[in-house]
C-alpha cells in the first residue's frame, strides 16, 4: 500500500502540490494526457527551481487562449461530470468543489444553489484540484497524511476549512496556506507516526526560499496512525440518558462510543463510558462528554495503531449482493458487513445467523 505524507516547510498551494507529486515521479506527458480528458483549452509551464538545499520542477498552469474566466460552482460540477475523466478522480475533485462551494457560500452570507468562484473558479486552480487526484490516482496512494499547517495572512476561507486541525501559526510575511490547497488537505490523517523516509519530492512556490513543502512517497504493509482514548466513570447518571449521548458523539464524528460495567469507590456500581476518536474531533467530543452527561471530568490520552488496509468489494450470493472488507496486503482475511447481512434477513425472512451461515 501507498501512503503519502505532506511536510508543509512554509506553506501549500494547489501548483505546489502538483509539483511535488510530479516530483514523486508522477509523468507530465500523463498529467496533460489526462487534463485533455477535460475538453478545455490549458497550458502547462514548468520551471527548473534552484534552491540551497533542492533542485526540481515548479508546475504551473493557465489558459491557452490567456482568458481570464471564473466559472461557477454548477459549471465546474457539469464539466468536471461530462469529462472522460475517471470516475474516482471526478468524484474527489467535486467533493472538493462542493466544500469550497459550501464554505465560500458561508463567507460572503449568499443562498442558492449555486455561487461564482474568484480565483477558485479560474482554469488554474480547476487543473490543480484535478492534477492533484489524477497524481494520488497514478502513484497509487490510498492514504494521504499531512503536517501542521503553518498559518500566515489566511484568508477566510483557509480559517474555515482548517477549524479542526492542527496549524502552526509563523510570521513569513505572505499567505502560506491558499484555499486550494486546504480543501485539498483538510481532510488528511494528522496521526502519522514515524516512518521510513522513501522517496522524496519538493514543491516550491513563489514567495521565496522558504515557500516550498516536501511530500514523502511510503510503502508499508499496514497503517499507521494514533487516535484518542477519553474515558469517565458515571455513577449517578439514568442510563436511558446513554442511547441520545452516543447518537451526539458518533454525529459528532467518535469512532467508537461503549460502555462497560464496572464497581468504583464505596462499592458503587457506576458506567466507564469509553470513546475513541481523532485528534481533530476531541474539542467536540469533550463538549459533548461534559454537556451531555453527569461527568465532572475526563481521562484521555492518545493511542498508536496499526491497521490493515481494507478495500470493500460486493460479492453476488445466493441471498443478494452482500459487500465484504477485505484486508489488503500479506495477510488476507475478509469479513460481510453486518448491515447488508441484515437486510438480508429481513428480505428472506430467516434469522441472521442463517445468513452468516450461507455466505
Known amino acids: 500500500m501507498n501512503c503519502i505524507y505532506f511536510h508543509l516547510v512554509g506553506g501549500a498551494s494547489g501548483d505546489m502540490l502538483v509539483s511535488a507529486l510530479v516530483d514523486l515521479g508522477v509523468p507530465l506527458a500523463h498529467l496533460k494526457k489526462e487534463y485533455g480528458k477535460l475538453g478545455v483549452p490549458f497550458m502547462v509551464e514548468e520551471k527548473k527551481i534552484v534552491h540551497p538545499h533542492h533542485v526540481a520542477r515548479a508546475i504551473r498552469f493557465r489558459d ?12 465546474i460540477i457539469q464539466l468536471v461530470a461530462k469529462s472522460r475523466l475517471s470516475l474516482a478522480v471526478k468524484e474527489r475533485t467535486q467533493a472538493v468543489y462542493k466544500k469550497l462551494f459550501e464554505v465560500e457560500r458561508e463567507i460572503h452570507h449568499v443562498g442558492g444553489n449555486d455561487f461564482r468562484f474568484h480565483h477558485l473558479g479560474e482554469l488554474d486552480a480547476i487543473l490543480e484540484i484535478c492534477g492533484f487526484f489524477i497524481s494520488l490516482e497514478y502513484l497509487g496512494v490510498e492514504k494521504v497524511g499531512v503536517s501542521a499547517f503553518p498559518l500566515d495572512k489566511p484568508s477566510p476561507a483557509v480559517r474555515a476549512l482548517v477549524r ?4 502552526q501559526p509563523v510570521s513569513l510575511g505572505y499567505e502560506t496556506v491558499t484555499p486550494t490547497a486546504a480543501a485539498l488537505l483538510c481532510d488528511a490523517s494528522q496521526g502519522y507516526e514515524p516512518f521510513p523516509c522513501g522517496k522524496t519530492g519538493v514543491g516550491f512556490g513563489d514567495a521565496g526560499a522558504d515557500d516550498y513543502l516536501l511530500a514523502y512517497l511510503v510503502q508499508d504493509e499496514y497503517l499507521h496512525d494514533a487516535i484518542i482514548k477519553i474515558e469517565t466513570n458515571i455513577d449517578d447518571m439514568n442510563p436511558q440518558i446513554f442511547e441520545p449521548v452516543f447518537e451526539a458523539l458518533y454525529e459528532a464524528g467518535a469512532k467508537e462510543v461503549y460502555v462497560q460495567q464496572v464497581v468504583t469507590k464505596k462499592s ?16 467536540k ?22 491497521k490493515l488496509p481494507c478495500i470493500f468489494i460486493k460479492k453476488k450470493t445466493k441471498l443478494g449482493n452482500i459487500r465484504f472488507r477485505v484486508a489488503r496486503g500479506g495477510l488476507r482475511k475478509a469479513s460481510p458487513e453486518y448491515q447488508d447481512c441484515l437486510a438480508a434477513a429481513k428480505k428472506h425472512n430467516i434469522p441472521l445467523i442463517e ?3 450461507r455466505i
Not at 491557452?64 to 459549471?75: H, I, L, Q
Not at 479542526?164 to 496549524?167: A, E, F, H, R, Y
Request: hydrophobic share 30%; aromatic share 16%; glycine share 2%.
Open 268 to 283: 458503587r456500581p457506576a458506567f466507564l463510558l469509553n470513546v475513541l476518536c481523532d485528534q481533530c474531533d476531541f474539542s
Open 355 to 357: 445468513v452468516y451461515r
Open 164 to 167: 479542526d486541525k492542527i496549524i
Open 64 to 75: 491557452k487562449k490567456d482568458r481570464t474566466v471564473n466559472f461557477s460552482y454548477r459549471e
Open 285 to 306: 467530543i469533550r463538549n459533548i462528554i461534559f454537556s451531555c452527561t453527569s461527568t465532572f471530568g475526563i481521562r484521555y490520552r492518545e493511542y498508536k495503531r496499526d
